[in-house]
């Protein structure tokens, strides 16, 4: 059995645009196809839409694919899907004046809400199509978030919640290729904890997981929100850079550092002190995945050797340069 609890929302084109009247409900609907299902009447419409949206599990699809089939029985201009627990606040089509607002609930969990919106109001009973639509939506919307996370979870290191080596395999190549295509500016950040061996031996292999967590929280917090953050190594870190030249991934590199070398890790009673050494290469033109990676390294083996709790951008490096 599910549970949708309902919440209508809706200004009426008849007053002052403030003026919202509310309608709360508890609906329970049984699964399609169940014998004493309560939409039977509607049987028919139901199955078309329920085979139409359990065609796929990626999220954006299956709104896209519903908000035709609800567009087949009556007129929206947009649906909008928000989840606050999983930060998702997805449109399909435009906003309009007007909306009507459910908020989907499980016997077990919250679906999210879902808004249908267009520039009339709604009849009472296209209201009534659209509870009856929500039936056969809320166990692919379940299903597809469940998809999402495992998905998620795949492409996660465990330890830091960083990208792990899975994705990041996949994301280079994309990415690499798109700049390439469109001639865009990427760097990659490789980043190494200085001497994070002596720090295992010293305090422990638990302290060593703390400083991981640590420093993979400040290169989460110096990174934009467009920059891709993987794990690659025991501690070794990589950082994409789209849209990203000399001059911005050097300064994000310089952000990072200072952030971690002022960060203390507290573990047992003992205060760690930490810093990194990053070594930079930004993309040209004839560069491939492994080209500008081994760039990166022998960038980050001089700031190593240099002395520590540096940056190094292969453009600097003699040997890199291109003639």
């Given at each position: ?27 329970q609907f ?53 989840n606050e ?175 971690i070398e ?62």
């Amino acid at each position: 059995m599910l549970h949708l609890d309902l919440f209508f929302e809706a200004t009426n084109g008849n007053c002052p645009k403030s003026t919202q009247f509310h309608r709360p409900w508890r609906f329970q609907f049984r699964c399609v196809g169940s014998s004493d299902s309560k939409i039977s009447p509607n049987a028919d419409l139901l199955l078309r839409v329920s085979t139409s949206v359990q065609t796929t599990l990626d999220l954006n699809h299956l709104l896209e694919l519903f908000y035709k089939q609800v567009n087949a029985i009556l007129s929206v201009s947009g649906i909008v899907y928000s989840n606050e627990v999983k930060n998702l606040n997805l449109t399909i089509g435009t906003l309009g004046e007007h909306s009507c607002d459910y908020n989907l609930v499980t016997h077990k969990d919250l679906v999210g809400d879902l808004q249908f919106t267009r520039d009339k109001d709604f009849t009472k009973t296209e209201l009534e199509h659209i509870e009856l639509l929500l039936s056969v939506i809320i166990c692919p919307i379940r299903n597809a978030l469940l998809y999402r996370d495992a998905i998620e979870t795949a492409l996660k290191d465990p330890l830091t919640g960083t990208g792990n080596r899975v994705a990041m395999d996949s994301t280079l190549e994309r990415e690499l290729a798109l700049a390439k295509r469109h001639e865009l500016p990427l760097s990659i950040m490789l980043i190494d904890i200085d001497k994070f061996k002596q720090i295992n031996d010293k305090y422990g292999h638990v302290s060593g997981d703390r400083v991981l967590q640590s420093v993979a929280h400040g290169i989460v917090h110096s990174a934009r929100e467009t920059d891709s953050i993987f794990r690659y190594g025991g501690e070794e870190f990589i950082v994409l850079l789209n849209k990203t030249n000399y001059l911005g991934s050097t300064t994000i590199a310089e952000r990072m550092r200072h952030y971690i070398e002022q960060t203390r890790t507290y573990c047992s009673g003992e205060t760690i002190a930490t810093s990194v050494s990053i070594g930079i290469a930004t993309l040209r033109p004839n560069d491939d995945l492994s080209s500008i990676f081994h760039r990166a390294d022998n960038a980050l083996y001089t700031a190593k050797d240099s002395g520590r709790n540096k940056v190094i951008h292969s453009d600097s490096l003699s040997e890199d340069n291109p003639a």
